[in-house]
């Protein structure tokens, strides 16, 4: 039997004000094994580990519970106590009362009950509890940033700058994502372009910086030091030693109609191109499902126009393998699809358009030079409406229940646009709340209203109905004025919801990291570890992980960075020591663990296992402990019960009901 000791924490009044801890500790020192109980206010305090140090010493305790908040907050700091004292960092155990108890019960005596139970439950864990030791993994010297938007691009300066090689892996055909697309940025309306630019072009020069456009993460296998990735480099049908980007094929293509992706489909581009003119790399791609040559065989155009013999038909696609040590996801964001949102027509005006086809319509580089624009007739607007949360902020299925968080500022930011460049331009902002949590951004609003005289009515718009003269009739109310309001307006500007990169589903199975309902990559912790995914070695940049503007991007960005550098300048990583071990005296062969596995971690191999005397070669299962992170999936899953976890095993675990149940 071991010698226990337990140590109930008040942690404040967070634990204390529910249950009754004297009387736990009470209860507590009259079970079998326990030689030491005693409470503190704070066990997380210096003086609490001093405590739980210095019992273990004079009491020459061998097993530890300590009971208090979740092992998420605290389990590591006990750990290092306890082996400070000289006891194995696995010979202890947190029982969690207070998620589990104290935050969920009212009454005391109901509560103060539930918290002796889950203590006892751990004093039999401990019981059988049994010396761990962690093993040893190295760390490739390398990192994987996974999109190159501003997140993806600062994430890789930060590393580079650092001194590791760092790849960044892009699926268009140039680096710069969303922001290479904006006009002017909140709240200091200076050039999207004129401060992301820079930034591409320095990525593109670092030294410790490899960038693939146009291509994609196929695999990901291995764990956190040593992931093992295949890249997709598509083929570009354009030679890139070659190319000299001087443009001549774009001009002479006669595939000429088909609608830019950069520019949201509301202009036209070549089947041979460059998304837009800071394109990084400068080098055109070839659109195989709108090429004539690949179509028909014919055409040919630019590769007798290019004088420096880059195109080439014959190209391939070409799978690269790399080893990494950390991977950044800065995969981005797009707007929702807008086919259920039908009564703000849409789809049957071409003078309702998306916030982002406004920013593309304003650029000097977009499909009308700059010029603010109908789509239908070319004529200048003079009554603009703005309806705000399309999608956003949803009560039923159609759109998103989360606030997109930066369209009350764009849409703030496109009415001062227009109004500052033409003052004759009537705008009016249908909205739900006005939301501007930012430095500055308050003020920004205000500016909007007070200094340009945007006209915003807090209410919503019900229906948009397009006219026979071309005019759009908007249907909304004034929720202030308690009025229905019937207004004519040219152009009608919808601020969209955002939403995750449709790929983030098939990455983030690849990485076996966490998505919620929305499918935004969650954090390990929401307060202590915003950057990290639950996945050892995955870190977070950008609006992969939840809405954010640009400088919080930035700044999420050089966090993750530095979570990735903290990895990388290790030479050896501790690997975690609750892993699956086989008995392989049971195990029949079936692979039914090795299926079940989401880390890859379980192989099989022909060993000759000694049966009570009878030798034999028996496929068997193996277990690589740096791989595995002690899910438990393979010990429920095997059908001969020959996986057990080490540290939660079938007898440890059976020990605690037994002991709740009493």
């Excluded at 005693?38 to 010493?57: L, N, P, R, T, V």
């Excluded at 229905?484 to 500007?493: G, K, P, T």
Aim: proline share 4%.
């Amino acid at each position: 039997m071991q010698r226990i000791g337990v140590f109930v924490c008040h942690c404040g009044s967070n634990i204390a004000a529910t249950v009754d801890v004297k009387k736990v500790v009470e209860v507590i020192s009259q079970e079998p094994g326990v030689v030491h109980a005693e409470d503190y206010q704070y066990m997380c305090s210096e003086a609490g580990q001093e405590k739980i140090i210095q019992a273990i010493k004079e009491k020459e305790l061998t097993g530890v519970v300590v009971c208090s908040c979740s092992p998420r907050m605290h389990e590591a700091t006990f750990r290092k106590a306890v082996a400070k004292a000289g006891l194995n960092p696995y010979m202890l155990e947190v029982a969690n009362i207070r998620e589990q108890c104290s935050w969920i019960h009212k009454d005391m005596e109901e509560a103060t009950k539930k918290a002796v139970i889950l203590a006892r439950a751990s004093i039999a864990k401990v019981n059988l509890d049994a010396p761990l030791q962690e093993g040893e993994s190295r760390v490739t010297k390398r990192a994987l940033v996974i999109g190159g938007g501003i997140a993806g691009i600062q994430s890789a300066l930060d590393i580079a700058d650092a001194g590791y090689e760092v790849d960044i892996v892009e699926k268009t055909p140039s680096i710069g994502g969303r922001m290479s697309q904006l006009d002017k940025t909140f709240p200091t309306l200076d050039c999207s372009a004129c401060i992301l630019t820079p930034k591409m072009v320095e990525a593109n020069a670092h030294e410790k910086i490899h960038i693939y456009t146009y291509s994609e993460v196929e695999k990901i296998s291995g764990f956190v030091g040593d992931f093992t990735v295949e890249i997709r480099k598509k083929a570009r049908s354009v030679d890139m030693s070659k190319c000299t980007g001087c443009g001549v094929c774009q001009e002479k293509c006669p595939s000429k109609k088909i609608p830019s992706e950069f520019n949201r489909g509301l202009g036209n581009r070549t089947a041979i191109y460059t998304p837009f003119a800071q394109a990084i790399p400068n080098v055109p791609v070839i659109d195989r499902e709108n090429c004539i040559k690949f179509k028909t065989g014919k055409c040919g155009v630019c590769s007798k126009v290019c004088q420096a013999g880059a195109i080439d038909y014959e190209q391939k696609d070409e799978i690269i393998s790399e080893k990494y040590g950390a991977i950044v996801v800065a995969t981005g964001f797009d707007t929702i699809k807008l086919d259920q949102y039908d009564e703000y027509a849409y789809s049957q005006s071409k003078d309702v358009i998306t916030s982002l086809e406004l920013e593309r319509i304003m650029n000097a580089a977009g499909p009308t030079k700059g010029h603010l624009e109908r789509l239908s007739d070319g004529k200048a607007p003079k009554n603009m409406v703005f309806i705000q949360c399309v999608g956003s902020r949803c009560a039923d299925s159609r759109g998103k229940s989360y606030c997109s968080k930066i369209c009350c500022m764009y849409t703030a930011k496109h009415a001062m646009l227009i109004r500052d460049k033409y003052p004759d331009v009537n705008v009016t902002v249908f909205y739900i709340d006005v939301r501007t949590p930012g430095k500055n951004f308050d003020e920004f609003y205000r500016r909007a209203v007070e200094e340009y005289h945007v006209n915003y009515i807090k209410g919503q718009v019900g229906k948009v109905i397009p006219q026979p003269d071309g005019q759009l009739l908007v249907q909304g109310v004034d929720l202030l004025d308690n009025k229905q309001i019937l207004m004519n307006a040219d152009m009608v500007v919808l601020a969209t919801a955002i939403e995750p990169d449709p790929s983030v589903r098939k990455l983030a199975t690849m990485l076996t990291a966490s998505i919620d309902n929305n499918n935004f990559l969650t954090e390990a912790h929401p307060k202590l570890r915003p950057v990290e995914s639950p996945t050892a070695g995955v870190f977070l940049s950008g609006v992969c992980q939840g809405p954010k503007d640009i400088p919080e991007t930035v700044a999420q960005a050089g966090a993750a960075a530095v979570k990735a550098i903290g990895l990388l300048a290790k030479d050896k990583l501790r690997t975690n020591a609750c892993t699956a071990k086989p008995d392989q005296l049971l195990c029949n062969g079936c692979s039914t663990c090795a299926n079940v596995c989401p880390y890859g971690a379980i192989s099989y191999e022909e060993k000759e296992v000694n049966d009570h005397g009878i030798r034999e070669v028996r496929r068997v299962a193996a277990v690589n402990s740096a791989l595995c992170q002690g899910c438990g999936a393979c010990t429920v899953a095997c059908p001969s019960g020959a996986m057990d976890l080490q540290g939660f095993s079938n007898r440890q675990i059976i020990a605690e009901v037994d002991a709740i149940c009493r």
